[in-house]
Protein backbone atom coordinates (compact mmCIF):
# COMPACT_ATOMS: atom_id res chain seq x y z
CA UNK A 1 0.00 0.00 0.00
CA UNK A 2 1.57 3.53 -1.01
CA UNK A 3 -1.63 5.26 -0.21
CA UNK A 4 -2.60 7.07 3.00
CA UNK A 5 -5.38 5.79 4.32
CA UNK A 6 -7.10 8.83 5.76
CA UNK A 7 -6.12 10.32 2.21
CA UNK A 8 -10.08 11.46 2.11
CA UNK A 9 -9.29 14.19 4.55
CA UNK A 10 -7.09 15.35 1.76
CA UNK A 11 -3.32 17.56 2.53
CA UNK A 12 -1.32 13.75 2.85
CA UNK A 13 2.55 14.05 2.45
CA UNK A 14 4.84 11.44 2.39
CA UNK A 15 4.04 8.25 3.71
CA UNK A 16 5.46 7.29 7.98
CA UNK A 17 6.18 3.90 8.38
CA UNK A 18 3.94 4.12 11.10
CA UNK A 19 3.73 1.89 13.72
CA UNK A 20 0.66 -0.59 13.10
CA UNK A 21 0.16 -0.96 17.39
CA UNK A 22 0.96 2.27 18.69
CA UNK A 23 5.44 2.17 20.14
CA UNK A 24 3.27 3.91 22.97
CA UNK A 25 2.26 0.99 24.55
CA UNK A 26 5.44 -1.22 24.16
CA UNK A 27 7.65 1.39 26.05
CA UNK A 28 6.27 0.46 29.74
CA UNK A 29 9.13 -2.08 30.61
CA UNK A 30 8.29 -5.21 28.63
CA UNK A 31 9.69 -7.42 25.66
CA UNK A 32 6.09 -6.84 24.14
CA UNK A 33 5.70 -9.36 21.02
CA UNK A 34 2.49 -8.72 18.78
CA UNK A 35 0.27 -11.65 18.34
CA UNK A 36 -2.07 -11.48 15.31
CA UNK A 37 -4.41 -14.25 15.29
CA UNK A 38 -6.49 -15.74 12.99
CA UNK A 39 -4.31 -13.90 9.92
CA UNK A 40 -1.55 -15.29 8.46
CA UNK A 41 0.53 -12.19 8.33
CA UNK A 42 2.48 -13.55 11.40
CA UNK A 43 3.47 -17.04 11.15
CA UNK A 44 2.59 -18.81 13.91
CA UNK A 45 2.50 -15.69 16.32
CA UNK A 46 5.82 -14.84 15.77
CA UNK A 47 6.80 -11.10 15.04
CA UNK A 48 8.97 -10.64 12.13
CA UNK A 49 11.02 -8.62 12.17
CA UNK A 50 9.93 -4.94 10.86
CA UNK A 51 6.37 -6.77 10.62
CA UNK A 52 5.22 -3.89 13.37
CA UNK A 53 5.59 -0.84 10.51
CA UNK A 54 3.88 -0.12 7.44
CA UNK A 55 3.10 2.41 5.00
CA UNK A 56 -0.45 3.25 5.65
CA UNK A 57 -0.13 6.54 6.86
CA UNK A 58 1.44 10.02 5.36
CA UNK A 59 3.51 12.07 7.88
CA UNK A 60 0.63 15.10 8.54
CA UNK A 61 -2.30 12.19 9.42
CA UNK A 62 -0.15 10.10 11.62
CA UNK A 63 1.31 13.58 13.68
CA UNK A 64 -2.67 14.58 13.84
CA UNK A 65 -3.18 10.77 15.68
CA UNK A 66 -0.56 11.50 18.24
CA UNK A 67 -2.64 12.76 20.96
CA UNK A 68 -4.39 8.75 20.34
CA UNK A 69 -1.06 7.12 20.96
CA UNK A 70 -0.52 9.10 24.28
CA UNK A 71 -3.61 7.74 25.82
CA UNK A 72 -2.49 4.12 24.50
CA UNK A 73 0.92 4.67 26.25
CA UNK A 74 -0.79 6.18 29.66
CA UNK A 75 -3.14 2.86 29.81
CA UNK A 76 0.53 0.97 29.13
CA UNK A 77 2.52 2.49 31.79
CA UNK A 78 -0.59 2.25 34.00
CA UNK A 79 -0.71 -1.57 33.79
CA UNK A 80 3.07 -1.54 33.82
CA UNK A 81 2.75 0.41 37.66
CA UNK A 82 -0.09 -1.75 38.95
CA UNK A 83 2.20 -4.73 38.58
CA UNK A 84 3.80 -3.70 41.82
CA UNK A 85 1.70 -4.77 44.75
CA UNK A 86 1.59 -1.58 46.65
CA UNK A 87 0.78 0.94 43.59
CA UNK A 88 -2.76 2.17 44.65
CA UNK A 89 -4.14 4.75 42.15
CA UNK A 90 -6.90 5.01 39.49
CA UNK A 91 -6.38 6.39 36.03
CA UNK A 92 -8.64 8.53 34.17
CA UNK A 93 -8.80 9.37 30.96
CA UNK A 94 -11.26 10.42 27.75
CA UNK A 95 -13.30 7.43 26.11
CA UNK A 96 -13.35 8.82 23.47
CA UNK A 97 -9.49 9.56 22.79
CA UNK A 98 -9.18 5.47 23.77
CA UNK A 99 -12.41 4.39 21.06
CA UNK A 100 -10.19 6.58 18.37
CA UNK A 101 -7.21 5.27 19.31
CA UNK A 102 -8.68 1.73 19.23
CA UNK A 103 -10.23 2.20 15.75
CA UNK A 104 -6.98 3.63 14.45
CA UNK A 105 -5.29 0.51 15.56
CA UNK A 106 -8.03 -1.49 13.83
CA UNK A 107 -7.77 0.79 10.84
CA UNK A 108 -3.94 0.39 10.56
CA UNK A 109 -4.20 -3.62 10.79
CA UNK A 110 -6.43 -3.86 8.03
CA UNK A 111 -4.55 -1.17 5.91
CA UNK A 112 -1.35 -3.70 6.87
CA UNK A 113 -2.63 -6.70 5.69
CA UNK A 114 -3.02 -8.12 8.84
CA UNK A 115 -6.78 -9.11 9.06
CA UNK A 116 -6.63 -11.49 5.81
CA UNK A 117 -5.41 -11.33 2.32
CA UNK A 118 -7.57 -8.26 1.36
CA UNK A 119 -6.55 -4.94 2.34
CA UNK A 120 -9.72 -3.05 3.82
CA UNK A 121 -10.07 0.66 3.48
CA UNK A 122 -12.39 2.63 6.32
CA UNK A 123 -15.41 4.51 5.31
CA UNK A 124 -14.95 8.10 5.26
CA UNK A 125 -17.58 7.97 8.31
CA UNK A 126 -15.02 6.11 9.81
CA UNK A 127 -12.00 8.11 9.23
CA UNK A 128 -13.64 11.16 10.17
CA UNK A 129 -14.44 9.89 13.25
CA UNK A 130 -10.99 8.73 14.23
CA UNK A 131 -9.70 11.96 13.29
CA UNK A 132 -12.44 13.45 15.43
CA UNK A 133 -14.38 15.36 12.99
CA UNK A 134 -17.62 13.46 13.40
CA UNK A 135 -18.90 10.98 16.36
CA UNK A 136 -18.61 7.56 16.34
CA UNK A 137 -22.14 6.19 15.38
CA UNK A 138 -24.11 4.52 18.20
CA UNK A 139 -22.72 0.75 18.69
CA UNK A 140 -19.46 1.13 16.78
CA UNK A 141 -16.18 1.36 18.84
CA UNK A 142 -15.37 0.84 21.99
CA UNK A 143 -16.28 -2.39 24.06
CA UNK A 144 -14.60 -3.43 27.14
CA UNK A 145 -14.64 -7.20 27.52
CA UNK A 146 -14.77 -9.75 30.69
CA UNK A 147 -11.49 -11.55 31.17
CA UNK A 148 -8.13 -11.88 30.29
CA UNK A 149 -6.66 -12.50 26.83
CA UNK A 150 -5.65 -16.13 27.28
CA UNK A 151 -2.15 -15.47 25.26
CA UNK A 152 -0.83 -13.13 28.17
CA UNK A 153 2.37 -13.30 29.67
CA UNK A 154 4.30 -11.50 32.48
CA UNK A 155 6.10 -10.13 30.13
CA UNK A 156 3.09 -8.37 28.28
CA UNK A 157 2.52 -7.24 24.62
CA UNK A 158 -0.34 -7.06 21.96
CA UNK A 159 -2.11 -9.61 20.56
CA UNK A 160 -5.04 -8.63 17.87
CA UNK A 161 -8.07 -10.99 16.44
CA UNK A 162 -10.19 -9.26 13.82
CA UNK A 163 -13.05 -10.84 13.20
CA UNK A 164 -14.87 -10.99 10.09
CA UNK A 165 -18.54 -12.21 9.00
CA UNK A 166 -19.77 -13.42 5.50
CA UNK A 167 -22.02 -11.35 3.34
CA UNK A 168 -22.86 -11.99 -0.07
CA UNK A 169 -19.80 -9.93 -1.33
CA UNK A 170 -16.69 -12.25 0.94
CA UNK A 171 -16.04 -12.17 3.89
CA UNK A 172 -15.88 -8.49 5.27
CA UNK A 173 -14.09 -7.04 8.24
CA UNK A 174 -16.18 -5.94 11.22
CA UNK A 175 -14.29 -5.69 14.44
CA UNK A 176 -11.35 -6.73 16.39
CA UNK A 177 -10.18 -8.01 19.76
CA UNK A 178 -6.73 -5.73 20.90
CA UNK A 179 -5.48 -7.34 23.94
CA UNK A 180 -3.37 -4.36 25.67
CA UNK A 181 -0.93 -6.45 28.00
CA UNK A 182 -4.17 -8.99 28.86
CA UNK A 183 -6.70 -6.49 28.87
CA UNK A 184 -9.21 -7.18 25.85
CA UNK A 185 -10.88 -4.24 24.05
CA UNK A 186 -13.36 -4.97 21.33
CA UNK A 187 -13.38 -2.55 18.32
CA UNK A 188 -16.99 -3.17 16.55
CA UNK A 189 -17.89 -1.68 13.43
CA UNK A 190 -20.98 -2.44 13.18
CA UNK A 191 -23.52 -1.79 15.97
CA UNK A 192 -24.84 -5.57 16.75
CA UNK A 193 -22.05 -7.52 16.52
CA UNK A 194 -21.20 -7.42 19.99
CA UNK A 195 -24.70 -9.40 20.74
CA UNK A 196 -24.41 -11.52 18.08
CA UNK A 197 -20.59 -12.60 19.34
CA UNK A 198 -22.33 -13.03 23.04
CA UNK A 199 -25.07 -15.16 20.97
CA UNK A 200 -22.28 -17.59 19.38
CA UNK A 201 -21.81 -17.00 16.19
CA UNK A 202 -18.02 -17.40 16.39
CA UNK A 203 -18.81 -20.23 19.10
CA UNK A 204 -14.58 -20.79 20.19
CA UNK A 205 -14.34 -17.27 21.14
CA UNK A 206 -17.49 -17.59 24.00
CA UNK A 207 -14.91 -18.98 26.33
CA UNK A 208 -11.55 -17.48 25.04
CA UNK A 209 -11.42 -14.81 27.64
CA UNK A 210 -13.16 -15.85 30.28
CA UNK A 211 -14.88 -19.40 31.60
CA UNK A 212 -18.27 -17.66 32.61
CA UNK A 213 -19.44 -16.70 29.02
CA UNK A 214 -18.22 -13.84 26.74
CA UNK A 215 -19.54 -10.68 27.79
CA UNK A 216 -18.93 -7.07 26.38
CA UNK A 217 -19.74 -3.26 27.97
CA UNK A 218 -20.14 -0.59 25.28
CA UNK A 219 -18.25 2.81 26.38
CA UNK A 220 -17.92 1.43 29.44
CA UNK A 221 -17.28 4.06 33.05
CA UNK A 222 -14.02 2.19 34.28
CA UNK A 223 -12.52 -0.86 33.41
CA UNK A 224 -11.22 -2.91 36.08
CA UNK A 225 -7.77 -4.58 36.18
CA UNK A 226 -8.04 -7.63 38.63
CA UNK A 227 -4.51 -8.23 39.71
CA UNK A 228 -2.63 -11.23 41.16
CA UNK A 229 -1.48 -9.89 44.19
CA UNK A 230 -3.47 -6.30 45.98
CA UNK A 231 -6.64 -5.08 45.60
CA UNK A 232 -7.93 -4.21 42.25
CA UNK A 233 -6.74 -0.91 40.22
CA UNK A 234 -9.62 1.31 38.10
CA UNK A 235 -9.15 2.88 34.77
CA UNK A 236 -12.32 5.73 34.43
CA UNK A 237 -13.21 6.77 31.33
CA UNK A 238 -15.32 10.04 30.95
CA UNK A 239 -17.83 10.27 27.90
CA UNK A 240 -18.93 13.37 26.39
CA UNK A 241 -16.77 15.04 29.26
CA UNK A 242 -18.30 13.19 32.44
CA UNK A 243 -16.97 10.76 34.71
CA UNK A 244 -19.49 8.72 36.14
CA UNK A 245 -18.60 6.91 39.75
CA UNK A 246 -20.41 3.85 41.27
CA UNK A 247 -22.15 5.86 44.13
CA UNK A 248 -24.17 7.90 41.00
CA UNK A 249 -22.41 10.89 41.05
CA UNK A 250 -20.42 12.63 38.60
CA UNK A 251 -17.45 15.33 37.57
CA UNK A 252 -16.43 16.72 34.45
CA UNK A 253 -13.28 15.81 32.83
CA UNK A 254 -11.06 16.72 32.24
CA UNK A 255 -11.44 19.37 34.61
CA UNK A 256 -10.10 22.33 32.32
ZN1 LIG B 1 -2.51 11.28 4.70
Same mark, same amino acid.
Given at each position: ?? &???? #?? %???? $???? !??????? =?????????????EGV??????????????????? &???? #?? %???? $???? !??????? =??????????????????????????????A????TGSAKW %????????????????????????????????????????IPIHLPTSEGAILVGA???????????SFHDDLAHRLESGSIPEL???????????????????????????????????????????????????
Amino acid at each position: MK &RCWA #ST %LGRC $DTMS !GEHVISS =AIFKAGCSCPIIVEGVQRIRNGAPTYGAEKSNILC &RHHN #SL %LSPL $DRVA !GKVASFQ =AESNEENFEDTLYIEGELLERWLLKTVVNAAAAGWTGSAKW %LPSAEIVNAIFGKQKVPNGYGLYSVDGIDPKHRSSGGASFIPIHLPTSEGAILVGAYVNVHGMPLFASFHDDLAHRLESGSIPELLTHFSESGLKHLYRPGAIVINRQKGKSVIIGLSWDGLLKFADGTTTTFPRD
